[in-house]
């Protein structure tokens, strides 16, 4: 499984960025896609994610200035990042997650993206 982001940048404070992952699979065959970051210093961090029943979650610190979607057609998951702060500054990774089973043990088959660098400049 390959991920491929896109879409980051150098942006000022209150602007938007359209971040694109494209997965070399039908996008159906996961259980969820999604993104994380992981800015200087801290640990890497959920951001959003979708399932393949379309439900969302997003991180506290970014609900009502992103969201996430799908066009399954082309295999991607975008994210719409609005009304971007420095603090959103990281490096982005595209994520998505096969759920396996083997008896009563859950396996979750996890695949990233090579990231793509969001500044937020102030």
């Known amino acids: 499984v390959q991920l491929q982001a896109s879409g980051g940048g150098l942006v000022q404070a209150g602007r938007s960025l359209r971040l694109s992952c494209v997965v070399s699979r039908n996008i159906f065959s996961f259980d969820a896609v999604g993104w994380y970051r992981q800015a200087p210093g801290k640990e890497r961090e959920l951001v959003a994610t979708?399932?393949?029943?379309?439900?969302?979650n997003y991180a506290d610190s970014v609900k009502g200035r992103f969201a996430i979607s799908r066009d399954n057609a082309q295999n991607t998951v975008y994210l719409q990042m609005n009304s971007l702060k420095p603090e959103d500054t990281a490096v982005y990774y595209c994520?998505?997650?096969?759920?396996?089973?083997?008896?009563?043990?859950?396996?979750?088959?996890?695949?990233w993206g090579q990231g793509t660098e969001v500044t937020v400049s102030s």
């Open positions: 979708i399932t393949s029943g379309e439900s969302t």
């Open positions: 994520h998505s997650r096969i759920v396996t089973h083997k008896g009563w043990t859950r396996y979750d088959n996890d695949y």
